[in-house]
Every structure is written in C-alpha cells, then in structure tokens.
C-alpha cells in the first residue's frame, strides 16, 4: 500500500476509461479526488464522448473507496474556466499534491496530408495544450504550499514509436513528453516530480470503437473486435491485444508516491513491451 492519507489527486478526462480507473485507485490509496470532464461529445473522435452520468459513476466510486470527491465539468482548453475549478477544489479540499494529467482523445484518422486544419487543431488542442492548461493552473498552488508533489502525463507508446493515419495525435503525445521533460527540470528544486507514462492500446471506448477497427483491418469491410484482436497481439511483445485500464493506474500510483520519490524526468511504457517492435 502506498497511502496517500491526507493528500488531494486531481484526475482529468475522469468520468470513464483510464481517468476513472486512476481515481479509484488513489482514492483506495488514501487520496481525496479532483475530478474533471468535458462531458460531451467532440468532433475529431470516432466515439461517443464520457457523460455527467459517468462522471457521476465516478464520484460514488471514489465515495465507495471512504474519499472525498471533488467533481467539476470542464473544457481543459478554455483555461480560465478550468482555473477557476482548480480554484475552488483547493479551497474545497486543501492543496492538491498529485496529478494525473489525463484527459486527451484519439482522432478518427487519415493521412497527415488528409487532415483538415480543424483536425489537427482539436487534438493539438486537447491532447497537448490541454496539458499544459491543466499544469498551468495547477503548478503555482503547489509551489505555494511548498510541500512537493508528483506530476504525471499520460503519453502514449506512440510517441516512442510512431504509427500511421493519426500524426495529430502522434505529434500531440510527443509534445507531451517534450513538456514534461520541461517541467522535471523547472520543477525539481521544488521537490515536485514530473514523469509520464505511455501505455500502448488500452481497453477503453477509445479503442472499442468501429472506426478504429476499420484503421487496423482496412482488408475487411466492417470489422469488429473479434477481427483486430489477432492484429492488436502482434504489436506487443507479451502477445496480449491490449493492457487494461487498471495496469495503468497501477503505474500511475507508483510514480505518484514515495517509493518512487527519487524518480523525475522518466518516460515509463505501460505497453507489454510495443515500443519494443
């Protein structure tokens, strides 16, 4: 156990998926949770956006762990907004001390010569100055309450190894790893730590989808899971299809806490060995 007792998590993209599975796991670890979501639909996507439902789902899932849940929708590119609601979960819950910057989305897919100025914007957008918006706004409340921290990105193992028909969210995930890089050094002397995992496919409803499907078998006419399923295993070194969303989290709590407390700067894959290959 790793016991994060009396500290605040803040978790973006947090009402399904991977936001979700992380909450929960700081929450059993100790931790009262910041919880913020779009909470609707967007363009680029291929999937249905998470809902206020979900996120709902969420909150009692971290109440179920004995947590507080501090639970807000937001958009994290409109910064000021998303200020304001790390605002108000300091004054609600006390100085936030881990964060999983999260929340990012996975595009319907093309050539990068294909892509629309609109395409590329959203995800750029999202996935990367959405990052920074969110440690923006966080940063300057952690530093002054002097206690250090743990600061981790989620990335991708496409950063590491590219794939085709998604260089917006390639590009989005590699400038993720440029900011951290950044940032583990800037922050350092404030004893916050700043790392980033990049786990490979992970079982969620941004891979369970049908466009994705079509991506990965474009020699059928409408694939399903059944039929990707062979092609996602040879992308890993271990021969599984997919990492779950828990393996992740697990990942994500280790950076997060004390026993990793010499550990910054560091690019960690959470893929089953693809950026392997």
């Known amino acids: 156990m790793f016991e994060f007792i009396g500290r605040t998590a803040l978790v973006t993209g947090a009402a399904r998926g991977q936001g979700r599975s992380h909450a929960i796991r700081l929450a059993q670890e100790g931790a009262n949770v910041v919880l913020l979501d779009v909470c609707r639909d967007l363009d680029s996507p291929a999937y ?3 809902t206020e439902s979900d996120l ?14 501090f639970a807000r929708v937001v958009d994290i590119r409109d910064y000021r907004d998303l200020q304001c609601h790390v605002d108000d979960s300091v004054d609600a819950l006390g100085p936030i001390d881990i964060v999983s910057v999260n929340a990012g989305i996975y595009p319907s897919g093309g050539k990068a010569w294909e892509l629309s100025p609109e395409e590329w914007r959203e995800v750029i957008d999202i996935n990367l100055t959405g990052a920074f918006n969110t440690v923006r706004a966080v940063v300057p409340q952690m530093l002054q309450a002097g206690r250090g921290g743990s600061i981790v990105f989620t990335s991708s193992a496409v950063s590491i190894r590219a794939v085709q028909n998604c260089a917006n969210y390639v590009a989005s995930k590699a400038g993720v790893l440029g900011l951290m890089k950044a940032m583990a050094l800037e ?11 990049c786990p490979s496919i992970v079982g969620t409803d941004m891979v369970w989808n049908d466009r994705l499907y079509e991506l990965f078998r474009p020699d059928l006419e409408r694939p399903g899971l059944a039929d990707v399923e062979p092609v996602f295993r040879t992308n890993t070194v271990l021969g599984i299809p ?15 806490s004390d026993a990793a407390r010499y550990v910054t700067g560091v690019v960690l894959p959470v893929d089953a060995g693809t950026s392997l290959l």
Not at 60 to 66: D, F, I, L, Q, R
Not at 187 to 196: D, F, P, Q, S, Y
Not at 249 to 254: F, T
Request: glycine share 6%.
């Open 187 to 197: 922050l350092g002397e404030h004893k916050i730590r700043v790392n980033a995992m």
């Open 242 to 256: 997919w990492v779950e969303p828990i393996d992740v989290s697990e990942a994500l709590v280790w950076l997060a």
């Open 56 to 69: 709902a789902d969420t909150v009692k899932a971290v109440e179920h762990a004995g947590r507080v849940a």
């Open 48 to 50: 249905a956006g998470a």
